[in-house]
């Protein structure tokens, strides 16, 4: 397939998912959108949902650059966490439509798609679970605590998007901060971080659309 018809593709599933939820797109739809014969996708793609996965590969490939590198920039952990969850929030604030193809429609798609979802959240795990270095005995801290902070993390993030309310987005990043660093730097910083993020939430992007 041409590179521009398989591009003109990507971009018509973009427009449909514009319009409504993953669930709610048949094949039929795209090859009408697109002026494609079943024949013309079938070359390319085994069928929508391996579509779709390509489009959430490169959104999950994207996220991880940006809040992965926002990461590594800081020169803490403490620090690089905070910057991490930030940047998170900054990526789903600069394209609504993504966020919530990212966040949302995968859990409607099917196994490629779910698979690339949950790589970025074991390597979210594993950058979480470092907290365990950051005082004596944090070693004894289990991964499965990692892991359950980082299905919390994307659940919050998950429910304002879900509800199409951006402006409360950054409201969870602070309970969000408190619930990671707890467990690996005690209540006291916890509860400092989550201050610290009430004030910035307050002055987000979000709250001035």
């Known amino acids: 397939m041409p590179p521009a018809q398989r591009d003109r ?12 939820p993953y669930p709610e797109i048949e094949l039929a739809d795209l090859l009408e959108r697109a002026h494609l014969s079943a024949t013309d996708f079938e070359r390319q793609y085994p069928d929508l949902d391996s579509c779709f996965a390509e489009l959430c590969q490169d959104f999950m490939r994207e996220a991880a650059e ?15 966490m905070r910057a991490q969850i ?3 929030y900054d990526f789903l604030l600069e394209d609504r439509l993504r966020a919530r193809i990212a966040v949302i429609d995968t859990n409607f798609g099917g196994e490629q ?14 950058l979480v679970h470092l907290g365990r270095h950051e005082r004596e005995g944090g070693e004894r801290i289990p991964k499965a605590r990692a892991e359950a902070i980082a299905g919390a993390s ?23 901060l408190y619930m990671l660093f707890l467990p690996y ?9 989550m201050q ?14």
Request: no cysteine.
């Open 9 to 20: 593709i990507r971009a018509t599933l973009l427009d449909l998912l514009a319009e409504r």
């Open 66 to 80: 940006y809040t992965f590198a926002a990461y590594a920039a800081e020169g803490s952990w403490r620090e690089g």
């Open 86 to 88: 930030w940047a998170s």
């Open 113 to 126: 798609v779910k698979a690339s979802r949950d790589l970025f959240m074991a390597a979210f795990t594993e």
């Open 154 to 176: 994307w659940e919050r993030i998950a429910a304002p998007i879900n509800a199409g309310d951006f402006e409360r987005l950054a409201e969870v990043v602070p309970p969000i």
């Open 185 to 193: 730097l005690g209540e006291e910083v916890a509860r400092a971080e």
């Open 196 to 209: 610290l993020a009430r004030t910035r939430a307050r002055s987000s992007p979000a709250h001035t659309v």
